[in-house]
């Protein structure tokens, strides 16, 4: 998609976003950092209007969100998806937007990545990390497995639970030995790694299969020995030790709906990663930001 160009007040972007079955709050956070935000339209995507009701305050046109401060509620029979347009408001205003999606009691949104830990009974999938001297812990999406908190080596990993219909994922783990040596993929649903064998983790490999699997994406992060924390995001990633052999002394994982035709790689995320981008990176790309609260935030 064009940036558009400078002076032009019909310049707009685009994203979609996926919703599960239930009743949210869409929010407009906010907008540019000076000058005018732009207005954003909320409409059903091609083939969902029939599955989708979006609604706006009273004497407001249905799915339009003037500026930061505004909302509406969405209200999906089945899992369906969204367009959210921003549009400029000025012939020289930004194009700047982030959202966020919050499910009223009893949506069932799966939560995006966070800091805070849900409880792990109500999660669809959990990541189970078999972690030195610990023994296996099982945590919900988003939240660390040891960690910056509670580093530890991960010997093995496993995603176990419910993932969404016709989406799987599958891991390849690379064991510090020496030299460290990659395994075979593992099937969907196992473990990989080891446990009790005093061999930690130098490395992840992530992939996506399934007949669903273009309108997913994975969001993760780990946490090598005497590194620092690295971000990934796609639908097939890599983790390596930058020093070879190295353990894996923490990981988070999250699946998370694929955002098409975003900018700069646009992403879904809860709350707490709005606090996190700082400003001078969303200085360099106008982006559409759509963030997740879990049930109860």
Request: with cysteine; glycine share 14%; net charge neutral.
């Amino acid at each position: 998609m064009g940036a558009g160009v400078a002076g032009d007040a019909t310049r707009e972007r685009e994203a979609t976003l996926g919703v599960d079955r239930g009743l949210f709050l869409l929010r407009y956070v906010s907008g540019a950092l000076g000058g005018p935000s732009p207005v954003a339209i909320v409409r059903p995507a091609e083939g969902f209007h029939s599955l989708v009701e979006i609604l706006s305050s009273p004497g407001v046109v249905n799915g339009f969100l003037s500026g930061p401060g505004e909302c509406a509620v969405i209200r999906a029979e089945k899992p369906a998806r969204l367009t959210v347009r921003i549009k400029a408001s000025a012939a020289d205003g930004a194009l700047d937007a982030s959202f966020r999606v919050e499910p009223v009691s009893g949506a069932s949104q799966p939560p995006g990545v966070a800091d805070a830990a849900p409880d792990t009974r109500s999660s669809p999938y959990q990541l189970v990390a078999h972690v030195a001297r610990r023994g296996d812990l099982a945590v919900a999406p988003g939240v660390w497995a040891a960690g910056p908190d509670a580093p530890a080596a991960i010997e093995g990993i496993g995603i176990l639970g419910a993932l969404p219909e016709g989406v799987e994922v599958e891991i390849q783990p690379l064991v510090a030995t020496r030299p460290p040596r990659w395994l075979d993929w593992a099937p969907p649903g196992g473990f990989v790694g080891t446990r009790g064998r005093a061999l930690p983790l130098a490395g992840l490999r992530f992939r996506l299969s399934g007949a669903r699997a273009g309108e997913f994406r994975i969001s993760a992060e780990a946490l090598f020995l005497g590194s620092s924390i690295m971000s990934r995001s796609g639908r097939e990633i890599d983790f390596v030790s930058p020093g070879g052999n190295d353990p894996l002394v923490g990981l988070r994982f999250a699946l998370l709906p694929e955002m098409e035709g975003t900018i700069n790689e646009g992403f879904v995320a809860p709350a707490p990663a709005l606090a996190e981008a700082g400003v001078a990176e969303r200085q360099k790309e106008p982006r559409i930001r759509v963030f997740r609260a879990s049930a109860g935030a």
